[in-house]
């Protein structure tokens, strides 16, 4: 388990990586309806011939839990005073089979990338720097871990829209990526883009570094 704070924000945030252990705090955090209409972040997860209206609720529930039990589901939970307030998952984008079915979000390297398909923060904690946190953590890690390519698949906010619904957010926004280096390499003009960051550090960042 990994865990640090970030008392620069508005609030004091703890973000420990999921394990099994954790599994109960996960479901506090997604409550009884699930996070999303019961998707319990099983959405981007379903194979090929699956619907999502036929998994949602209590069996995407189990499948989100087996998952965890066996390591399969990677992520990142956000704590404020010792309660679960944030998610964020990730993984090799080959985990989250529905992007590559996804036609705007395919991509000619699919294995040598890494995703951040979903966030889910609590109601009472959003727009509190929770989703920064745990954003700037994932790719801290992952840059750690030796991944070169993070993909995120925000939604395009509206011509004349100042936000998005929460409803569509749950996988972030186009200024919220660019605000930490994400670059569009597939725009549309509207719905989800799919944004990238190399992770690699250039050699005069490593030197300013050691």
């Not at 309806?33 to 619907?51: K, S």
């Not at 699919?110 to 954003?135: M, Y």
Request: proline letters at 6%; hydrophobic letters at 40%; aromatic letters at 10%.
């Amino acid at each position: 388990m990994k865990a640090t704070t970030f008392p620069g924000m508005s609030l004091d945030i703890d973000i420990q990586e999921l394990t099994p252990v954790q599994w109960p705090a996960l479901e506090k955090l997604f409550g009884k309806n699930g996070a999303c209409v019961g998707c319990w972040c099983m959405f981007w997860r379903l194979e090929e011939g699956e619907r999502f209206q036929d998994v949602k609720g209590a069996s995407a529930k189990q499948r989100m839990k087996a998952l965890v039990a066996q390591g399969q589901a990677r992520g990142l939970l956000a704590y404020v005073e010792g309660e679960p307030v944030g998610w964020l998952t990730f993984g090799p984008r080959r985990s989250f089979p529905r992007l590559d079915r996804a036609p705007s979000l395919k991509c000619d390297d699919a294995d040598e990338v890494w995703s951040l398909p979903c966030f889910f923060i609590h109601k009472d904690f959003r727009n509190q720097g929770v989703a920064t946190a745990l954003l700037k953590f994932a790719m801290d890690t992952l840059r750690q871990r030796g991944v070169s390519t993070l993909e995120g698949y925000p939604v395009k906010v509206p011509a004349g829209a100042t936000r998005v619904a929460n409803s569509s957010a749950y996988t972030g926004t186009v200024p919220f990526f660019e605000k930490q280096g994400f670059k569009s390499v597939a725009e549309r003009p509207q719905g989800k883009q799919r944004m990238r960051k190399s992770l690699v550090l250039r050699r005069s960042a490593r030197k300013q570094g050691s």
